[in-house]
């Protein structure tokens, strides 16, 4: 009842107090298991190591070097033993995980690039399935590229994310201008990813039918087929004309006047 009282004191009163006492001990226990898990080194954050030994890495002063452009202070870290190749471990979402090459790449800093190269990064080194290559065309970093082609021409073929090389990477990206680059460059235009995908079919693939008849005019093989037995050309009939661009229209009908001229097979399947 509400008057009604326990050892002098009202009964909404006494579980008022009790309430407050089940908090309390609650409290006590998440905080003695918050001490548990950060251990007992002075400083350290909760269940993480100390700020001191994570933000001030030697793979983040790399990184700012190479952010900044500092090619001397890379040098000068690069001769006191800082691994070039060592992935970034840093608070910034941004450049964790990511190599000092592919930040320099980012930047777009062709003698930030060729300072690494020559210092021993590994241009084939990377992090989320891109080396430097593959990751300056998805950052469209084509100055980036050139860099690396000219220390190293082998790397005009160097491998794609996921399988191919990167001119497979350059035509689904639509990076025009690389794919002029990389043919410049002597890169294979008749590679194949582990479907027996050339660029051209990437490049079909994505609708970018003015890289198929660039590759095409440049000596890629329109008659190829892969493991399907399927050429390139089909996979731009997909959708009807009545929603395609005139300049799509007009690009597709070059390109198969382009392929008759040269003696490839025209399927569209169709």
Not at 39 to 66: E, I
Not at 69 to 90: F, H, K, M, Y
Not at 102 to 130: C, I, K, N
């Amino acid at each position: 009842m509400p008057g009604e009282t326990v050892l002098g004191e009202t009964v909404p009163a006494l579980r008022h107090r009790r309430s407050i006492r089940s908090i309390a001990v609650s409290l006590l226990t998440v905080g003695m298991v918050a001490v548990g898990l950060a251990g007992c080194a002075p400083g350290s954050p909760l269940g993480g190591p100390d700020p001191a030994d994570y933000f001030d890495a030697g793979t983040v002063r790399v990184l700012q070097a190479a952010r900044d452009g500092d090619v001397e202070r890379i040098r000068q870290l690069i001769r006191e033993g800082q691994d070039p190749n060592t992935p970034a471990n840093d608070h910034d979402a941004r450049r964790s995980g990511i190599t000092p090459l592919q930040w320099a790449v980012e930047f777009g800093r062709p003698r930030t690039v060729e300072t690494l190269l020559r210092g021993g990064a590994d241009p084939l080194v990377g992090s989320g399935g891109y080396n430097a290559a593959s990751y300056a065309l998805l950052r469209d970093k084509t100055d980036s590229l050139r860099a690396l082609i000219d220390v190293d021409p082998s790397l005009a073929d160097a491998p794609g994310r996921g399988g191919g090389v990167i001119l497979h990477v350059a035509v689904l990206h639509y990076r025009a201008d690389a794919v002029e680059m990389l043919i410049d460059a002597d890169a294979d235009l008749d590679a194949e990813d582990p479907g027996g995908r050339t660029p051209i079919f990437t490049a079909a693939s994505v609708q970018n039918v003015a890289a198929c008849l660039v590759l095409i005019r440049a000596g890629a093989d329109g008659g190829h087929r892969d493991h399907r037995g399927d050429t390139f050309l089909s996979s731009l009939y997909l959708a009807k004309d009545s929603v395609r661009t005139r300049e799509f229209l007009g690009d597709r009908d070059d390109l198969e006047d382009e392929l008759r001229s040269r003696g490839f097979p025209v399927e569209t399947g169709r």
